[in-house]
């Protein structure tokens, strides 16, 4: 009678942890309680199982509002409740035995599988005019699977992408993946999705998901491509099924006294006592103009409750939807009758000059109360919910001719400058020969179409003064002429507005003329005749006979973006300097770079050329780098190219020596952010002949000209301290980074619970199955469970504490790099199962054994090894199946006692056993091997003691001790805290 619910008990926790079973009937159920029990440690010790191409799939469960209050299916895998607003496709990847030797992999409940890359795409689908239902990015975000991280996930538009690499998911590099998915309440309490696409969903649109991308690179198997990847059909998300009738949105009367947009009430009317946790209505707005509008609706709250607007422009229309929703606060019940919820601002046509009509429309969804007789999530009702709004009354066009002429310019004598000139003129004859008119209204708003790079600088009127106070104003992009009086001001014939624009490149693609009215006498404004010379009007800064172009590029040919190139005239110093920026304006710095004009060749017709770049200076910088300049300086193999031994000389001495090893280990390890006596890239004329020492004569790092267009202006682009070519480079044809050539473990050993106070040391083992002459590491551990006492050496010779970073260990970061000396490598590498260096902790908080102590950091430096090969391997942690326990102390022949261990004061050697009486040497080495105390004893018997009080001033850490005894030896460690 005992028996029964301990078995139910194991079933029970089961269920919760790693395995899911289908309910089954009679005696089924009873033997798979049974097999559960006797299997359930062997299946927890199961390896992880390698896959062939065609047994990983992936589809889709979908779960949503069901058209009831509140959706008793809306409860996501990850945590909590969906309200009806919602819909969540969570992507799940299972495992089928294809037939192919693999019959051992499972036929249920979950089991992990080993592989290499893995990447897996799927776009939301939509219907024909479902445009308003949108990504929910922090709720897609927040059921993300816990073994992944944010880097791991890409949310773009309309689609989610996974990419699981092996340095991606810690210590094994396999997951649990899920085989069978067909008991709902297992589905949505115990089984966690790759990921989730959680869709804020308008009711009547019609959505899905359909799969854009699925491959995984197999253990051994090679890339698995089109892999079998199920989406979900689309279907209409349902409006709920009850409606609560306490609550009604409707619109006001429009506001269409302002000039470039109108105003429209919401208005809400409501009865509620209970608070709101979220709403959402569309108001659809639409114009008879055939340009559209100027530009999107905003809306602005006005109960100081914010609802997120959702503007989408509806295609070959000219309406817009606008969904608005709040952002789920908990708001207090309306109570009242047309109370202002908030205002659409709608914008007015781009033409304000035609005829033309807004009208607007509301269409209701979904209510969701926390409380009272409204509880849960219901539709509600609209009323008012159509208007004609605004109708506009177009200006006549003007009976007598005025002109007005656009046109635009570049300044020649200003290398950054172009003009615009918009000119009122009129045929004199026709006004009895008259060059000036008086006018009471003159209105011009222009909006220029610029390129980046280029804006509005000033405008000026010229032949026409302003009546009254400022009547010109402009933005970036946008000039505004207001000149209304009731007395008649003077304009001359041919007067203008003068726009100038300035940049350092770019041009002016057109310009929307959205007001043109004049009017000689008040109240009667008229359209004059308006021409756009060219049409679109088109105008840039100028490309002439005076410019300096060329290539900007690295040793590998490949062009660099973000290379400020200063261009300074030495006949005219003080007016013709210019600097630009390598790269396209349109993105594409795949090109050879153009200075565009420069100032008038006679009066500063000599230049030099300055290339400058300063950014990411770790970009192709690693260990390896190290390595390769110790080889050249050891003359083991020198460096092939002049252009790599500048890219070694980063302290700018002239020559290459270990000062410059050691300022780029410094960058490495953070002590740097940047190298003090040099920027990151340096240049060099692409002409300069090199001697056989590249540091003298000294190579050009400017060029100097006086002859236009024909010299090309060609630099070599130096990444300094990278020596292999490895920095990445952005253009497609010439990204240097290279993936990794494989994985390499690092052993973490297990340790039992841990308690507060307890000292503890960590040794980091080489795992992988080869020898490493190099590598570089950044770890992570809580600062609220462990306290770093200090790192100590293993087996990696000459590992020193210059080799670590140490100064955010209190926040929980460790980096460390080391390299062996090129000339003793098959005495010096790390062979597999030695020891990289060891670290200390004092346990703050008690510990289970729960997982690693460290782990490895890849967004602070790429955790790599490198083979004397030169193969780059991406470091990952691994647990190791055996446990590191504390050494017992030797009972042989020398038996020594050390304490206390660990120590705040002084510390005492306990000589309990020794062979004879006689001399022996006791030395205390620091956490690096340095000799920090030593003593000679010249006749020494057991029992004795001795005690070393000095030791309460040496700083905390590790200290490794060592008894010499007619020629045995005996060694141990303790710890200062």
Same mark, same amino acid.
């Given at each position: ?19 899911? +079973? ?11 309680? =049974? ?28 779960? $949503? ?39 051992? =992999? ?118 698995? /491509? ?234 000026? =009127? ?5 009546? $009254? ?20 001001? *003077?304009? !001359?014939?041919? /007067? ?62 490949? @062009? ?13 110093? $003080? ?32 230049? *030099? ?8 200076? =770790? ?9 390769? &300049?110790?080889?050249? &300086? ?11 031994? &500048? ?39 692409? !002409?300069?002949? +090199? ?80 020898? &490493? ?10 600062? /609220? ?21 140490? !100064? ?9 790099? @080391? ?47 490198? *083979? ?44 309990? $056993? ?13 956490? +690096?091997?340095?000799?920090? @105390? ?17 030791? /309460? ?25």
């Amino acid at each position: 009678m005992k028996t029964i619910p301990f078995i139910i008990s194991k079933i029970t926790s089961l269920c919760k942890t790693d395995f899911c +079973f289908v309910k089954m009937g009679g005696g089924q159920t009873i033997l798979l309680l =049974l097999f559960v029990l006797l299997s359930q440690p062997l299946l927890a010790q199961t390896p992880p199982k390698i896959i062939n191409c065609g047994q990983l799939q992936a589809y889709v469960v979908a779960k $949503s509002f069901n058209g009831t209050n509140d959706g008793g299916s809306c409860v996501p895998c990850c945590t909590g409740t969906y309200s009806c607003e919602k819909i969540s496709y969570d992507v799940y990847l299972r495992v089928r035995d294809n037939g192919s030797g693999h019959a051992d =992999l499972p036929n249920f409940g979950e089991f992990d599988i080993h592989f290499l890359e893995l990447y897996l795409s799927m776009k939301l689908s939509r219907g024909s005019g479902s445009l308003l239902s949108t990504i929910d990015n922090l709720g897609s975000l927040y059921c993300l699977n816990p073994a992944l991280s944010d880097d791991d996930f890409n949310l773009m538009e309309d689609i989610a992408t996974v990419y699981i690499s092996e340095g991606t998911l810690g210590n094994a590099t396999d997951i649990t993946f899920v085989d069978d998915i067909n008991d709902s309440q297992c589905l949505a309490t115990s089984k966690f999705p790759i990921f989730s696409i959680v869709v804020n969903a308008v009711a009547g649109e019609s959505l899905g998901v359909e799969c854009v991308n699925f491959n995984y690179e197999s253990n051994g198997g090679g890339v698995c /491509a089109n892999s079998v990847c199920t989406g979900i059909a689309n279907a209409t998300f349902p409006m709920p099924s009850s409606a609560n009738n306490a609550f009604s949105l409707a619109l006001g009367d429009m506001v269409c006294d302002m000039e470039e947009y109108v105003e429209l009430p919401i208005l809400v009317s409501s009865t509620l006592t209970s608070n709101i946790s979220s709403f959402d209505f569309i108001v659809l707005v639409s114009t008879t103009a055939p340009d559209g509008f100027y530009a999107e609706p905003e809306y602005a709250s006005a109960l100081g409750n914010p609802l997120v607007s959702n503007p989408k422009l509806i295609p070959s229309t000219q309406q817009y939807a606008v969904h608005l929703r709040s952002s789920a606060q908990n708001w207090v019940p309306f109570s009242g009758t047309n109370l202002l919820l908030g205002t659409l601002k709608i914008y007015r046509p781009p033409n304000l000059d035609q005829n033309y009509t807004i009208s607007a429309s509301l269409i209701p969804q979904r209510i969701r109360m926390t409380g009272g007789a409204n509880v849960g999530c219901k539709s509600f009702s609209a009323g008012g919910s159509t208007f004609e709004i605004c109708e506009n009354e177009p200006p006549e066009d003007c009976v007598d001719n005025y002109n007005i002429d656009i046109t635009a310019e570049a300044s020649l004598q200003n290398c950054s400058t172009l003009v615009s000139y918009v000119t009122l003129s009129w045929d004199p004859a026709e006004f009895g020969n008259s060059n000036s008119l008086s006018f009471t209204y003159i209105r011009a708003l222009l909006d220029f179409e610029l390129e980046s790079g280029i804006s509005i600088t000033s405008a000026n =009127l010229v032949g026409m003064t302003c009546p $009254s106070g400022t009547c010109l104003q402009f933005t970036d992009h946008v000039i505004d002429l207001n000149m209304n009086a009731i007395t008649p001001f *003077t304009v !001359n014939n041919n /007067a203008r507005i003068e726009v100038t624009f300035t940049g350092t490149s770019g041009c002016i693609n057109d310009v929307t003329i959205r007001r043109m009215v004049i009017s000689r006498t008040v109240g009667a404004p008229c359209i004059p005749d308006i021409t756009i010379n060219p049409s679109p009007l088109e105008a840039c800064i100028p490309i002439n006979d005076n410019y300096i172009k060329g290539d900007i590029a690295t040793e590998t040919g490949c @062009w660099l973006e973000d290379v400020t190139v200063d261009i300074f005239s030495t006949l005219n110093p $003080s007016g013709c300097s210019r600097n630009f920026l390598t790269g396209g304006l349109s993105g594409n710095f795949c090109v050879p770079y153009t200075s565009s004009c420069l100032c008038d060749l006679t009066t500063a017709g000599v230049y *030099t050329v300055t290339p400058e770049k300063n950014d990411n200076p =770790l970009n192709g910088v690693t260990t390896y780098d190290l390595v390769l &300049i110790q080889k050249h &300086i050891l003359a083991l193999e020198p460096l092939t190219s002049p252009y790599k031994m &500048i890219a070694a000389d980063v302290s700018r001495s002239s020559s290459i020596t270990p000062f410059d090893v050691v300022e780029i280990r410094k960058l490495i390890l953070g002590i740097y952010t940047e190298f003090p006596a040099v920027n990151s890239w340096l240049f060099v004329d692409k !002409n300069h002949t +090199f001697s056989s020492d590249p540091f003298s004569p000294a190579f050009p790092e400017e060029i100097g000209l006086s002859t236009f267009p024909d010299e090309e202006v060609d630099f070599v682009g130096v990444k300094m301290g990278d020596v292999n070519n490895s920095a990445i480079v952005e253009c497609d044809d010439c990204d240097a980074f290279l993936r990794p050539d494989g994985t390499y473990p690092l052993l973490l050993s297990k340790k039992s619970a841990l308690r507060a106070g307890d000292v503890y040391t960590l040794p980091i083992r080489a795992g992988g199955e080869e020898p &490493i002459i190099a590598w570089q590491t950044a770890f992570r551990f809580d600062p /609220a469970f462990l306290e770093l006492i200090g790192p100590s050496i293993g087996d990696a010779r000459g590992l020193s504490a210059d080799n670590f970073n140490l !100064n955010l260990a209190s926040e929980g970061l460790i980096r460390v790099l @080391w390299f062996a000396e090129p000339d003793a490598w098959d005495e010096t590498a790390i062979q597999p199962g030695q020891s990289l260096f060891n670290l200390t902790f004092r346990v703050k908080q008690d510990l289970p054994e729960t997982g690693l102590l460290v782990q490895l950091d890849d967004t602070v430096m790429p955790n790599q090894a490198w *083979t004397k090969e030169g193969s780059t391997l991406s470091l990952q942690t691994l647990a190791s199946n055996t446990r590191e326990e504390e050494p017992k102390p030797a009972l042989g022949p020398l038996w020594i006692r050390c304490h206390p261990n660990p120590s705040q004061g002084a510390v005492t050697f306990d000589l309990l $056993s020794l062979p004879n009486a006689g001399r022996a040497q006791l030395l205390v080495f620091d956490a +690096f091997g340095r000799r920090v @105390w030593h003593q000679h004893l010249s006749a020494v018997s057991a029992p004795s003691q001795i005690t070393i009080p000095e030791a /309460a001033a040496w700083p905390a850490g590790v200290y490794h001790w060592e008894l010499r005894f007619d020629r045995q030896k005996s060694s141990g460690a303790f710890v200062r805290q």
